[in-house]
Protein backbone atom coordinates (compact mmCIF):
# COMPACT_ATOMS: atom_id res chain seq x y z
CA UNK A 1 0.00 0.00 0.00
CA UNK A 2 1.38 3.68 -0.92
CA UNK A 3 1.15 5.96 1.89
CA UNK A 4 -0.59 9.05 1.24
CA UNK A 5 0.07 12.40 0.93
CA UNK A 6 -2.20 15.36 1.01
CA UNK A 7 -1.59 19.40 0.49
CA UNK A 8 -3.20 22.38 -0.09
CA UNK A 9 -3.61 25.98 -1.64
CA UNK A 10 -5.16 28.69 -0.67
CA UNK A 11 -7.01 30.21 -3.95
CA UNK A 12 -5.63 32.93 -5.28
CA UNK A 13 -5.95 32.51 -9.09
CA UNK A 14 -3.45 32.05 -11.45
CA UNK A 15 -0.50 30.86 -10.49
CA UNK A 16 3.02 32.12 -11.07
CA UNK A 17 6.10 30.47 -11.17
CA UNK A 18 7.07 31.11 -7.80
CA UNK A 19 3.99 28.74 -6.58
CA UNK A 20 5.82 26.15 -9.16
CA UNK A 21 9.25 26.00 -7.91
CA UNK A 22 7.99 26.87 -4.18
CA UNK A 23 5.37 23.62 -4.06
CA UNK A 24 3.92 22.43 -7.31
CA UNK A 25 6.71 20.23 -8.72
CA UNK A 26 7.21 18.38 -5.21
CA UNK A 27 3.77 17.81 -5.61
CA UNK A 28 3.76 16.60 -9.14
CA UNK A 29 7.73 14.40 -8.28
CA UNK A 30 5.33 12.57 -5.81
CA UNK A 31 2.23 11.64 -7.28
CA UNK A 32 4.25 7.80 -8.69
CA UNK A 33 5.00 6.77 -5.38
CA UNK A 34 2.38 8.20 -2.83
CA UNK A 35 -1.52 8.46 -2.76
CA UNK A 36 -1.89 11.83 -3.18
CA UNK A 37 -4.57 14.41 -2.12
CA UNK A 38 -4.64 17.47 -3.54
CA UNK A 39 -7.41 20.00 -2.76
CA UNK A 40 -8.14 24.09 -2.90
CA UNK A 41 -8.18 25.03 0.61
CA UNK A 42 -11.56 27.65 0.10
CA UNK A 43 -12.42 27.71 2.86
CA UNK A 44 -8.75 28.74 4.22
CA UNK A 45 -9.41 31.64 2.13
CA UNK A 46 -12.66 32.75 3.96
CA UNK A 47 -10.45 33.32 6.84
CA UNK A 48 -8.85 36.37 5.62
CA UNK A 49 -11.28 36.95 2.84
CA UNK A 50 -14.60 36.86 3.97
CA UNK A 51 -15.98 40.69 3.14
CA UNK A 52 -15.85 39.71 -1.21
CA UNK A 53 -15.83 36.36 -2.24
CA UNK A 54 -16.73 37.05 -5.82
CA UNK A 55 -13.35 35.75 -7.25
CA UNK A 56 -13.49 32.61 -5.02
CA UNK A 57 -15.06 30.09 -7.39
CA UNK A 58 -13.20 31.13 -10.05
CA UNK A 59 -9.78 31.79 -8.51
CA UNK A 60 -9.91 27.70 -7.53
CA UNK A 61 -10.67 27.14 -11.15
CA UNK A 62 -8.28 28.81 -12.36
CA UNK A 63 -5.48 27.75 -9.72
CA UNK A 64 -6.68 23.91 -10.40
CA UNK A 65 -6.18 24.44 -14.26
CA UNK A 66 -2.37 25.75 -13.69
CA UNK A 67 -1.68 22.30 -10.94
CA UNK A 68 -2.98 20.10 -14.41
CA UNK A 69 -1.17 22.39 -16.41
CA UNK A 70 2.26 21.65 -14.16
CA UNK A 71 1.90 17.73 -14.15
CA UNK A 72 -0.63 17.27 -11.29
CA UNK A 73 -2.54 14.60 -12.61
CA UNK A 74 -6.08 12.92 -12.42
CA UNK A 75 -5.28 9.83 -12.96
CA UNK A 76 -2.95 9.68 -10.46
CA UNK A 77 -3.46 12.23 -7.96
CA UNK A 78 -7.31 13.03 -6.17
CA UNK A 79 -8.19 16.86 -6.95
CA UNK A 80 -10.59 18.73 -4.56
CA UNK A 81 -11.74 21.52 -3.31
CA UNK A 82 -11.80 21.68 0.48
CA UNK A 83 -15.74 23.06 0.88
CA UNK A 84 -17.40 20.31 -0.99
CA UNK A 85 -16.22 18.04 1.63
CA UNK A 86 -18.31 18.86 4.74
CA UNK A 87 -16.31 15.64 6.85
CA UNK A 88 -13.32 18.16 7.06
CA UNK A 89 -15.46 20.62 8.53
CA UNK A 90 -17.03 17.73 11.09
CA UNK A 91 -13.74 16.95 12.14
CA UNK A 92 -12.76 20.59 12.64
CA UNK A 93 -15.85 20.93 15.03
CA UNK A 94 -14.70 18.24 16.87
CA UNK A 95 -10.78 19.15 16.86
CA UNK A 96 -12.19 22.30 18.39
CA UNK A 97 -13.25 20.57 21.21
CA UNK A 98 -10.20 19.04 22.69
CA UNK A 99 -7.42 22.35 21.34
CA UNK A 100 -6.81 24.59 24.06
CA UNK A 101 -6.72 28.24 22.85
CA UNK A 102 -3.18 28.10 24.24
CA UNK A 103 -1.73 26.43 21.64
CA UNK A 104 -3.69 28.56 19.02
CA UNK A 105 -2.68 32.07 20.54
CA UNK A 106 0.88 31.22 20.89
CA UNK A 107 0.44 29.97 16.67
CA UNK A 108 3.37 32.45 15.21
CA UNK A 109 1.52 32.97 11.85
CA UNK A 110 -1.55 34.15 13.89
CA UNK A 111 0.71 36.74 15.68
CA UNK A 112 2.71 37.27 12.65
CA UNK A 113 -0.98 37.93 10.27
CA UNK A 114 -2.35 39.83 12.98
CA UNK A 115 0.10 42.62 13.49
CA UNK A 116 0.76 42.58 9.74
CA UNK A 117 -2.54 42.71 8.20
CA UNK A 118 -4.24 45.85 8.83
CA UNK A 119 -6.96 46.89 6.45
CA UNK A 120 -9.23 43.47 7.73
CA UNK A 121 -10.70 42.95 10.53
CA UNK A 122 -8.98 39.03 11.81
CA UNK A 123 -10.56 38.83 15.20
CA UNK A 124 -12.76 35.57 14.16
CA UNK A 125 -13.12 32.51 15.57
CA UNK A 126 -12.18 31.46 12.01
CA UNK A 127 -9.08 32.99 11.51
CA UNK A 128 -7.72 31.90 14.96
CA UNK A 129 -8.83 28.26 14.23
CA UNK A 130 -6.99 28.04 10.72
CA UNK A 131 -4.86 25.93 11.98
CA UNK A 132 -7.36 23.74 13.54
CA UNK A 133 -9.42 23.33 9.73
CA UNK A 134 -5.74 22.34 8.42
CA UNK A 135 -5.39 19.27 10.96
CA UNK A 136 -8.80 18.29 9.41
CA UNK A 137 -7.77 18.57 6.62
CA UNK A 138 -4.88 16.24 7.08
CA UNK A 139 -6.28 14.15 9.40
CA UNK A 140 -9.42 13.02 7.56
CA UNK A 141 -7.51 11.54 5.21
CA UNK A 142 -4.94 10.10 7.52
CA UNK A 143 -2.57 11.59 5.32
CA UNK A 144 1.17 10.55 6.71
CA UNK A 145 3.37 13.21 4.59
CA UNK A 146 2.00 17.36 3.53
CA UNK A 147 4.52 18.48 1.49
CA UNK A 148 4.98 22.45 2.78
CA UNK A 149 6.92 24.72 2.35
CA UNK A 150 8.76 26.40 5.47
CA UNK A 151 6.43 28.87 6.27
CA UNK A 152 3.96 25.79 7.06
CA UNK A 153 6.00 24.17 9.57
CA UNK A 154 4.32 26.00 12.58
CA UNK A 155 0.59 24.55 11.33
CA UNK A 156 2.06 20.97 10.79
CA UNK A 157 3.48 21.02 14.09
CA UNK A 158 0.10 22.25 15.50
CA UNK A 159 -1.61 19.34 13.69
CA UNK A 160 0.76 16.85 15.20
CA UNK A 161 0.42 18.06 18.78
CA UNK A 162 -3.53 17.48 18.17
CA UNK A 163 -3.04 14.39 16.64
CA UNK A 164 -1.36 12.73 19.83
CA UNK A 165 -4.22 14.79 21.80
CA UNK A 166 -6.95 13.16 20.29
CA UNK A 167 -5.22 9.74 20.32
CA UNK A 168 -4.33 10.27 23.91
CA UNK A 169 -8.53 10.73 24.80
CA UNK A 170 -9.83 8.31 22.18
CA UNK A 171 -7.31 5.54 21.39
CA UNK A 172 -5.31 5.71 18.27
CA UNK A 173 -6.79 6.41 15.49
CA UNK A 174 -5.15 9.13 13.94
CA UNK A 175 -1.84 9.12 12.02
CA UNK A 176 0.67 11.95 13.07
CA UNK A 177 1.54 13.33 9.54
CA UNK A 178 4.91 14.38 8.93
CA UNK A 179 6.24 17.62 7.02
CA UNK A 180 7.79 16.95 3.42
CA UNK A 181 9.76 19.83 3.14
CA UNK A 182 9.93 21.65 0.03
CA UNK A 183 13.43 22.95 -1.01
CA UNK A 184 12.30 26.30 -2.17
CA UNK A 185 14.77 27.37 -4.96
CA UNK A 186 14.11 31.29 -4.35
CA UNK A 187 12.34 33.02 -7.10
CA UNK A 188 12.21 36.59 -6.66
CA UNK A 189 10.01 39.10 -8.57
CA UNK A 190 10.87 40.57 -12.00
CA UNK A 191 11.84 43.51 -9.45
CA UNK A 192 13.44 41.63 -6.72
CA UNK A 193 10.89 41.41 -3.92
CA UNK A 194 8.93 38.05 -2.82
CA UNK A 195 7.36 37.23 -6.37
CA UNK A 196 3.74 38.00 -5.47
CA UNK A 197 0.39 38.56 -7.41
CA UNK A 198 -0.23 41.57 -5.43
CA UNK A 199 3.03 43.21 -6.23
CA UNK A 200 2.67 43.11 -9.59
CA UNK A 201 5.92 41.53 -10.43
CA UNK A 202 5.42 37.64 -11.26
CA UNK A 203 5.71 35.72 -13.94
CA UNK A 204 2.72 33.27 -14.80
CA UNK A 205 2.50 29.45 -15.74
CA UNK A 206 2.28 29.16 -19.27
CA UNK A 207 2.83 32.86 -19.95
CA UNK A 208 3.08 33.69 -23.62
CA UNK A 209 6.31 34.46 -25.16
CA UNK A 210 5.60 37.91 -25.67
CA UNK A 211 4.36 38.77 -22.34
CA UNK A 212 7.51 36.66 -21.04
CA UNK A 213 10.32 38.74 -22.94
CA UNK A 214 8.72 42.17 -21.96
CA UNK A 215 9.08 40.73 -18.21
CA UNK A 216 12.58 39.78 -18.86
CA UNK A 217 13.32 42.80 -20.37
CA UNK A 218 11.75 44.34 -17.48
CA UNK A 219 13.51 42.62 -15.07
CA UNK A 220 16.49 44.62 -12.47
CA UNK A 221 19.83 43.97 -12.69
CA UNK A 222 22.80 44.86 -10.64
CA UNK A 223 22.88 48.48 -10.20
CA UNK A 224 26.28 48.87 -10.24
CA UNK A 225 26.87 47.46 -13.49
CA UNK A 226 26.09 50.15 -15.51
CA UNK A 227 28.05 49.72 -18.86
CA UNK A 228 28.13 46.19 -20.40
CA UNK A 229 31.69 45.68 -19.92
CA UNK A 230 31.47 46.77 -16.09
CA UNK A 231 32.02 43.60 -13.43
CA UNK A 232 28.40 42.36 -11.99
CA UNK A 233 27.69 41.19 -9.16
CA UNK A 234 25.68 38.06 -9.66
CA UNK A 235 24.50 37.76 -6.18
CA UNK A 236 21.16 40.09 -5.35
CA UNK A 237 20.72 40.18 -9.23
CA UNK A 238 17.34 39.11 -10.67
CA UNK A 239 18.32 37.66 -14.08
CA UNK A 240 20.87 35.10 -12.36
CA UNK A 241 18.52 34.26 -9.73
CA UNK A 242 16.64 32.81 -12.95
CA UNK A 243 19.62 31.53 -14.67
CA UNK A 244 20.16 29.35 -10.94
CA UNK A 245 17.05 27.81 -11.37
CA UNK A 246 17.02 26.66 -14.80
CA UNK A 247 20.81 25.70 -15.06
CA UNK A 248 22.66 23.16 -12.99
CA UNK A 249 26.67 24.42 -13.53
CA UNK A 250 25.99 28.41 -13.16
CA UNK A 251 29.61 28.75 -12.18
CA UNK A 252 31.04 29.86 -15.75
CA UNK A 253 28.36 31.98 -16.16
CA UNK A 254 29.10 33.88 -12.68
CA UNK A 255 32.69 34.30 -13.69
CA UNK A 256 31.85 36.14 -16.88
CA UNK A 257 29.83 38.33 -14.92
CA UNK A 258 32.14 39.32 -12.11
CA UNK A 259 34.74 39.92 -14.61
CA UNK A 260 33.08 41.84 -16.98
CA UNK A 261 32.49 39.34 -20.14
CA UNK A 262 28.99 39.11 -19.75
CA UNK A 263 26.81 41.71 -20.49
CA UNK A 264 23.62 41.85 -18.78
CA UNK A 265 21.64 41.86 -22.37
CA UNK A 266 22.96 38.51 -23.02
CA UNK A 267 22.48 36.91 -19.42
CA UNK A 268 18.84 38.31 -20.29
CA UNK A 269 18.73 36.36 -23.41
CA UNK A 270 19.82 33.51 -22.61
CA UNK A 271 17.07 33.78 -19.37
CA UNK A 272 14.20 33.91 -21.53
CA UNK A 273 15.18 31.45 -24.01
CA UNK A 274 14.99 29.23 -20.80
CA UNK A 275 11.73 30.45 -19.68
CA UNK A 276 10.52 30.55 -22.96
CA UNK A 277 11.09 26.19 -23.15
CA UNK A 278 9.69 25.92 -19.68
CA UNK A 279 6.27 27.85 -20.26
CA UNK A 280 6.00 27.02 -24.31
CA UNK A 281 3.80 23.28 -23.37
CA UNK A 282 2.56 24.81 -20.22
CA UNK A 283 0.81 27.35 -22.52
CA UNK A 284 -0.52 25.07 -24.70
CA UNK A 285 -2.02 23.34 -22.12
CA UNK A 286 -3.93 26.00 -20.70
CA UNK A 287 -5.22 27.19 -23.45
CA UNK A 288 -6.84 23.36 -24.11
CA UNK A 289 -8.06 23.47 -20.15
CA UNK A 290 -9.60 27.17 -19.87
CA UNK A 291 -11.41 26.11 -23.70
CA UNK A 292 -13.42 23.48 -21.85
CA UNK A 293 -14.76 24.39 -18.46
CA UNK A 294 -16.82 21.32 -18.53
CA UNK A 295 -13.53 18.62 -18.81
CA UNK A 296 -11.98 20.56 -15.13
CA UNK A 297 -15.35 20.58 -13.98
CA UNK A 298 -15.77 16.83 -14.13
CA UNK A 299 -12.21 16.13 -12.77
CA UNK A 300 -12.94 18.36 -9.55
CA UNK A 301 -16.34 16.10 -9.18
CA UNK A 302 -14.91 13.16 -9.83
CA UNK A 303 -11.78 14.26 -7.02
CA UNK A 304 -14.86 15.47 -4.95
CA UNK A 305 -16.43 12.08 -4.42
CA UNK A 306 -13.27 10.35 -4.04
CA UNK A 307 -12.43 12.84 -1.58
CA UNK A 308 -15.55 12.28 0.40
CA UNK A 309 -15.34 8.47 -0.07
CA UNK A 310 -12.14 8.64 2.27
CA UNK A 311 -12.95 11.47 4.50
CA UNK A 312 -16.27 9.46 5.01
CA UNK A 313 -14.56 6.23 6.82
CA UNK A 314 -12.34 8.05 8.81
CA UNK A 315 -15.23 10.08 10.25
CA UNK A 316 -16.85 6.86 10.98
CA UNK A 317 -14.25 6.06 13.12
CA UNK A 318 -13.62 8.63 14.69
CA UNK A 319 -17.41 8.96 15.62
CA UNK A 320 -17.53 5.46 16.92
CA UNK A 321 -14.52 6.50 19.14
CA UNK A 322 -15.71 9.68 20.79
CA UNK A 323 -19.10 7.49 20.97
CA UNK A 324 -21.11 9.58 19.23
N1 LIG B 1 -2.30 26.79 4.94
C1 LIG B 1 -1.86 26.36 3.66
C2 LIG B 1 -1.24 27.55 2.91
O1 LIG B 1 -1.55 28.67 3.19
C3 LIG B 1 -2.98 25.79 2.83
C4 LIG B 1 -3.56 24.55 3.43
C5 LIG B 1 -4.83 24.38 3.92
C6 LIG B 1 -2.89 23.31 3.59
N2 LIG B 1 -5.00 23.12 4.36
C7 LIG B 1 -3.84 22.43 4.19
C8 LIG B 1 -1.60 22.86 3.29
C9 LIG B 1 -3.51 21.11 4.53
C10 LIG B 1 -1.27 21.56 3.63
C11 LIG B 1 -2.21 20.70 4.24
O2 LIG B 1 -0.45 27.34 2.03
Request: with cysteine; glycine share 6%.
Amino acid sequence: MKKRVLSGMRPTGRLHIGHYFGALKNWVDMQDEYDCYYMSADWHALTTDYADTSDLKQNSFEMIADWLVSGISPEKSVIFKQSQIYQHSELFLILSMITPLGWLYRCPTYKEQIREIENKDLNNYGFLGYPILQAADILIYKAHFVPVGEDQLAHLELSREITRRFNNFYGNILIEPQAKLTKTAKVPGIDGRKMSKSYGNSIFLGEEEKDLKNKVWQMFTDPQKIKKDDPGHPEGCVVFAFYEIFNKDVKDKCEKCKSGALSCVECKKEVFECLAVFSKDMAQKRKEILADKSYLEKIIKTGNEKAQDTADKTLTEIKQSLKL
